[in-house]
């Protein structure tokens, strides 16, 4: 799959029947109602942020507005990061992550491009958001008040997977 490079080899997007299913059955206990509902108030509390903030009676630019809510989305109700100094860092790795162009392609179907400009920077960008990805993951695995964290990678984390099963599933 070209999605591999970006969204890992264990994720269910990458693979085949036999093991997405497996993988799809261990993943669906934590997503129960109470929880999803609670993932969709901290949804709308952010698209309510975004939304107070646009101005009344002039055109705005809808597209750039509406890809910041969604990366706000992922960095605090996908990942649950809170502190406002790393919900920045984090977004702006995952944004230069999101920002790669059908050339950047190529490295995936010859990874041999990885050591050769202008490859070497999309590697850096995935590399430094996987840092940040995996950081989250521990200090989520470290919280003792995670069962009751309303993020998916909370939910993610019941069963305690390993943390390459679990970088993969959220990317």
Do not use: C, N
């Not at 029947?17 to 129960?32: C, K, S, T």
């Not at 809510?69 to 649950?80: D, E, K, N, Q």
């Not at 041999?112 to 070497?120: I, M, Q, S």
């Not at 989520?140 to 997977?161: H, I, N, Q, T």
């Amino acid at each position: 799959s070209l999605l591999t490079p970006i969204v890992g080899k264990r994720s269910v997007l990458t693979m085949d029947a036999p093991e997405h299913a497996v993988e799809r059955r261990r993943m669906l206990p934590p997503f129960h109602g109470e929880r999803i509902a609670r993932v969709v108030a901290l949804m709308e509390t952010e698209t309510e942020r975004e939304v107070a903030q646009w101005p009344i009676g002039r055109v705005i630019e809808l597209l750039p507005r509406m890809q910041a809510l969604t990366l706000r989305i992922i960095v605090r109700v996908v990942l649950g990061v809170d502190e406002d100094d790393r919900a920045r860092a984090v977004g702006a790795a995952l944004r230069r992550v999101l920002a790669f162009r059908l050339r950047d392609m190529l490295l995936w179907l010859w990874p041999g491009l990885a050591r050769v400009r202008p490859w070497t920077s999309v590697v850096r960008d995935i590399d430094r958001a996987d840092e940040l990805i995996y950081a989250e993951i521990e200090r989520r695995r470290a919280d003792p008040g995670r069962p009751e964290r309303p993020d998916v990678l909370s939910m993610l984390l019941e069963g305690d997977p390993d943390p390459e099963l679990v970088r993969d599933e959220l990317v």
